[in-house]
């Protein structure tokens, strides 16, 4: 189901950066080939050969084609323009109002029309466009993702930024720009330039209660972000060099129970290997976990999954295999259970920010999987295991941590 859309014109042109403009005179040119690179554009009959007017930005109000704009061509530079039949980005009408997915971007377009323009019948009066279905649709980089409500639904001792007891995400988006999800529908834009980065996150590593965020560079430098405990992110430390051979890292809990939580990496020859938390935002030794890791493709530190008092995590291997490593509370894993049989290979991510969905067990850690579009919340059953998957598609063209 689509959303009911409220979102400003002024709103929607400062979070995707769009100047709000119309080129004129409107009747300056006809014809699918004369809509410019750069810019979406409205024709006054279905054929194209009538007068043009051409958009740089998004239009709450298209004056003067409310209500009638017969033919249109994307060639913003979004795959995704957005039409509605109301002013104001409002979803109002599903026989009028209408996504359309492509851009038609390149060289002067052949006849007939190229791809990416499309004869309207139907009346529009405000259209928005963009990288992503969620700008096109909200004006808003970030997703709509919230954490559920009620005393069920609780953070566990991570998964929670702003300390408000409630899960939360960090939301990187195609450009670079970092956001800060509260679980109640919002997001807080934490800065760009996050591309070039690698984040873990996996509750307090610096001893002063609040969460915080791990960052390796494309240098393979580790550093660490102290939380705020608002939701922000501090002046970043250095924790040290020589990370790029890794190819997954995580912050996994206080898995050899001294009360400091660790951080656990693969490398490229197939060890895992375990850094003991100082407490103080370092690790000490690494100790050896095994050989054997190659198949794995990511892993994830859930907390307690299983009850049994000890911190776990479960991880996915290249046959599509879901595989919960129980914790042993001094450092290691015992046997690791097989708790999914096939398709956990379409998942690049594994995560766990505690209990999202509020439903099979009382405050049990739940796990998200994100492919490269759907964002996926398995509920934990507090036995170790998860129930049916809740599926949500609008997550293309990001990543989460």
Aim: glycine content about 16%; aromatic content about 10%; overall charge negative.
């Amino acid at each position: 189901m689509r959303p009911t859309i409220r979102t400003v014109l002024s709103t929607a042109a400062a979070v995707l950066g769009f100047t709000v403009t119309a080129l004129t005179p409107a009747h300056a040119s006809v014809g699918f080939d004369h809509c410019p690179v750069g810019k979406f554009c409205v024709f006054d009959r279905a054929d194209n050969q009538a007068p043009m007017d051409a958009y740089a930005g998004p239009q709450a109000s298209a004056e003067p084609w409310d209500d009638e704009t017969p033919a249109v061509y994307n060639r913003s530079g979004g795959e995704f323009s957005c039409m509605w039949s109301p002013a104001e980005f409002q979803y109002l009408d599903p026989g009028r109002d209408m996504y359309l997915k492509g851009p038609g971007i390149g060289t002067p377009p052949p006849k007939p029309a190229p791809h990416g323009a499309k004869p309207r019948k139907d009346d529009n009066t405000s259209f928005r466009w963009g990288r992503t279905l969620r700008e096109c649709q909200s004006g808003k980089e970030y997703s709509d993702w919230s954490s559920g409500g009620g005393d069920d639904v609780r953070a566990q001792s991570f998964g929670d930024l702003n300390g408000d007891g409630q899960a939360d995400l960090l939301q990187r988006n195609w450009n670079g720009s970092l956001y800060f999800l509260d679980g109640d529908g919002n997001g807080t834009f934490l800065g760009r330039g996050w591309n070039g980065m690698t984040l873990a996150r996996h509750g307090d590593l610096t001893g002063d209660g609040k969460e915080d965020v791990l960052a390796r560079d494309r240098a393979g430098v580790l550093w660490l972000y102290p939380g705020q405990g608002d939701g922000r992110l501090g002046k970043r430390l250095r924790v040290g060099a020589g990370w790029a051979g890794m190819r997954h890292f995580a912050p996994v809990g206080d898995l050899d129970g001294d009360g400091h939580n660790d951080l656990m990496a693969l490398d490229g020859a197939g060890r895992a290997w375990l850094y003991p938390g100082d407490g103080h935002g370092g690790f000490g030794h690494r100790k050896s976990l095994g050989a054997g890791w190659n198949t794995t493709l990511t892993f994830t530190g859930t907390g307690d999954l299983d009850g049994d008092g000890h911190d776990d995590i479960v991880a996915n291997d290249t046959s599509g295999r879901l595989w919960r490593y129980p914790g042993d509370g001094h450092g290691g894993f015992r046997p690791r259970v097989l708790i999914g049989g096939a398709g956990w290979d379409t998942y690049r991510t594994l995560l766990c920010v505690g209990d999202v969905l509020d439903d099979l067990a009382w405050n049990a850690p739940d796990l998200l999987a994100k492919s490269d579009r759907e964002l996926t919340t398995y509920p934990g059953t507090g036995k170790g295991t998860f129930g049916d998957p809740h599926h949500d598609w609008n997550w293309a063209m990001s990543d989460i941590f």
